[in-house]
């Protein structure tokens, strides 16, 4: 009997993605990311797969619809936002709050077309991550609040909530083009410390 695994599945019975498998769905993730940047949500997924180098099956295999592939574009770009919260954590600097902040303006800055393409697939302003991802950047923050907390360079009564706030008003004033968000950054900062008389944004 062969043991050659096949897409999706492995020898014995346990699945598990081969190595080519996530290679293509990286591929046209990285491509449809490419795509939403260039043209908004004028984009298909036959554009996604012939950019990505690969066949329309295996990008149907990977995201049976459009709006799947938007989403877990979006899903993504929110994983890169995370991964990105974890480092400043492990850093250990003293005031981490605000560039991570920066961070998520500079994404969303670079990510306006597939904001568009979320919002019209949920019919709904913004594209908020969903789930895990939430969760896990819910979780990630929350360990940057505490740790500016420790080190007194946030006010002690900062929230997750509060950065969540923060971060939806730069992705508003990114989605709206109302103004450049780095300028309401610039404004915001001095708020976040715990004497805001005279503290300069970082």
Do not use: C, K, Q
């Not at 594209?127 to 819910?138: F, W, Y």
């Not at 968000?181 to 410390?193: E, F, Q, S, Y």
Request: proline share 5%; aromatic share 2%.
């Amino acid at each position: 009997m062969s043991t050659r695994s096949t897409e999706g599945g492995a020898a014995g019975g346990e699945r598990r993605p081969r190595a080519d498998v996530a290679r293509n769905r990286a591929r046209l993730l990285a491509a449809a990311r490419e795509l939403f940047a260039e043209r908004g949500e004028e984009v298909s997924l036959p554009d996604v797969a012939r950019a990505a180098g690969v066949g329309m099956g295996t990008a149907y295999r990977h995201f049976p619809t459009l709006g799947d592939l938007v989403e877990a574009a979006a899903e993504d770009r929110f994983a890169g936002i995370l991964a990105h919260a974890r480092a400043l954590a492990d850093g250990g600097g003293r005031d981490p709050v605000p560039d991570y902040l920066r961070h998520v303006g500079e994404v969303l800055e670079a990510d306006r077309g597939l904001s568009a393409a979320v919002e019209a697939l949920r019919g709904t302003p913004g594209s908020a991550p969903l789930g895990r991802t939430r969760a896990e950047l819910e979780e990630a923050v929350g360990v940057l609040v505490e740790h500016s907390r420790r080190h007194g360079t946030v006010r002690p009564d900062l929230t997750v909530a509060d950065i969540h706030l923060l971060a939806g008003a730069i992705s508003a004033t990114v989605r709206t083009g109302s103004g450049p968000w780095r300028r309401l950054l610039d404004l915001t900062v001095p708020g976040l410390r715990p004497d805001t008389g005279g503290h300069a944004a970082s």
